[in-house]
């Protein structure tokens, strides 16, 4: 599950990042987890980045998809 691209072709490469960081999360939690609850993906997209740097560190030691986004 790929998030889909939310920008337009006239945005700037800085925007995008963001949205690789939540494709690479997103792989990372189906990985270690499964399939993943309805509305993952939205709330990642949703997220500051601060808030998606701490949910990767949680993704470290975390033993159920709940305790990553504490």
Do not use: H
Request: include cysteine.
């Amino acid at each position: 599950m790929v998030p889909r691209c939310l920008l337009s072709p006239c945005c700037s490469r800085a925007v995008y990042i963001p949205l690789s960081f939540i494709a690479i999360l997103l792989r990372q939690l189906e990985s270690k987890f499964g399939r993943l609850p309805a509305g993952v993906q939205q709330r990642l997209e949703a997220a500051s980045l601060e808030q998606r740097e701490t949910w990767a560190l949680n993704l470290l030691t975390a033993q159920s998809i709940d305790e990553v986004f504490e």
